[in-house]
C-alpha cells in the first residue's frame, strides 16, 4: 500500500538562500545529484550516479513559485509527485518540507523496489542540503550506479567520544532520531525501536574506541572503523554480505543520514536535530 510522506528539516538559511539552492542547478549539483538543469518555468531535472534511476532525468515540472516546487518523478514505472516546500523560521533559519507520494514502506522493509529508498534518499538529500548551506562538508551519497557501499568521513570529535555515541543506548537513541536499545558487546542486540523488537540486529564484532560491526540479516554487515588523530575521528563505514538483487540502497541511505547527524551531534555547540514534526 502506497502513502504519502513529508519529511521537514531546519535549515540556518534565510528562505530566500534555500530557494536558490533548491533551484539553482550548479548548488543543486553539490548537495543534491550529479547533474541538473533548471528553467523555470518549464523545466527542472536532476540525474546521475546519486540518483535512483538516474541514467536519465525523469522529473516533470508542475509548478515553481517562492515557496514551492512540485513535479512528477518516474522510479519502477510509476510516476510520483514530489514537492519541496519553504517556510520562515524566525530570521535567519528556514523550514524546509519534501512531500513524496507513492512511497510503499513494505517495499523498503522487503528491498523489491528502487521506489522503497525515497524516504532515505530525501533524508540524506534534507541533510545535505543544510550542510551546503551552513557551510559544512557534505556526507557522502548514496553511489546508485555501484554495489559498493562505502563511506568515510571525519568528525571533530576524538574516537573514544565517537564510538560511546554509537554504542549507548541514550546517545544513538538521541542523534539518530528513533529509539534504539544497545548491548554493547559481541552477541548482544542492535534493536531499532527498542528491545522489544523481535528481530534486532546483532553485534558481531567490537573493539571500543576503534571498531563495531552489525549484522542486519539481509541487507548485511555494517561496520564503523574509527582511527584517531589530533582529537578528531576518521570514520569509515561499510556495508556487506547484503542478499538479493537490489542492493540495500534504502538502508545505506538511512546509515549515512544518521551519520550526517553523529557528525553534527559532536561539532555543533548546543546541538539540536535539524528534523522538526
Known sequence: MTEPVTLRARVQAPVKEVRHALTDPAAMRIWLAEHAEVELPGRYAFW????????????????ADDRTVRFTWTLGGV????????????DDATIVSVSQSDYDH????????????????????????AEHLEGRELTPKIDFSAPDMRAEVVVDAAPDAVFDSLVDSEKATRWFGYPIAIEPRVGGRFAMGGFDNPNPAVIVDLEPGRRLSVDWGPVGVGTWKLEGSGGRTRLTL????????????????????GLS????FHEIPDWRPIWVG
Open 238 to 257: 561499510v556495508q556487506s554480505g547484503f542478499e538479493g538483487e537490489l542492493p540495500p540502497y534504502g538502508a545505506w541511505g538511512g546509515i549515512l543520514a
Open 106 to 129: 513494505q517495499e523498503a522493509i522487503a528491498n523489491t523496489s528502487i521506489r522503497g529508498v525515497l524516504q532515505t534518499y530525501w533524508c540524506l538529500a534534507l541533510a545535505n542540503l
Open 79 to 90: 510516476e510520483a509527485t514530489t514537492e519541496f516546500a519553504v517556510e520562515e523560521d524566525g
Open 48 to 63: 546521475g550516479r546519486h540518483t535512483p534511476e538516474g541514467d536519465a532525468p525523469r522529473q516533470r515540472l508542475l509548478h
Open 261 to 264: 547527524e553523529l557528525r553534527r
